[in-house]
C-alpha cells in the first residue's frame, strides 16, 4: 500500500482535509438527488423514445459514478479519522 500524502500533514490541515471532503461528498448527494429527481420527470412523461432511454440511462450512470465516488471518499475519511484519534492517543 502506497504512503498516503495526508499522512505527512498535522491535525488542524487533517480536518480541514476531512472538512473539504466532508463538501465534495455533499456535492455527491446533490447530484444523485438531481438525477433522480429529472428520472422521475421523465418516467412520468413516458419513456418512449430511444433519446429518453439514453437520457435515463445516463442519468443511472451519473448517479451511480457520483455514489461510488462519494463511497470511496467515505473510506478513505475512516481512515483519516483512524490516524486522527492513533495521534491523540499519543500511540506510535
Known sequence: MSHPDWLDKDDDALAEILVERWLYRG???AVMFIAAII???LATQGVTTPADM????????LALAAAVVA?????GDL???KEL???RRGTP
Open 54 to 61: 439514453l437520457t435515463v440511462g445516463a442519468l443511472a450512470a
Open 79 to 81: 481512515q483519516i479519522h
Open 71 to 75: 463511497f470511496v471518499m467515505r473510506l
Open 39 to 41: 428520472t422521475t420527470y
Open 27 to 29: 456535492a455527491m448527494l
Open 85 to 87: 484519534r492513533r495521534r
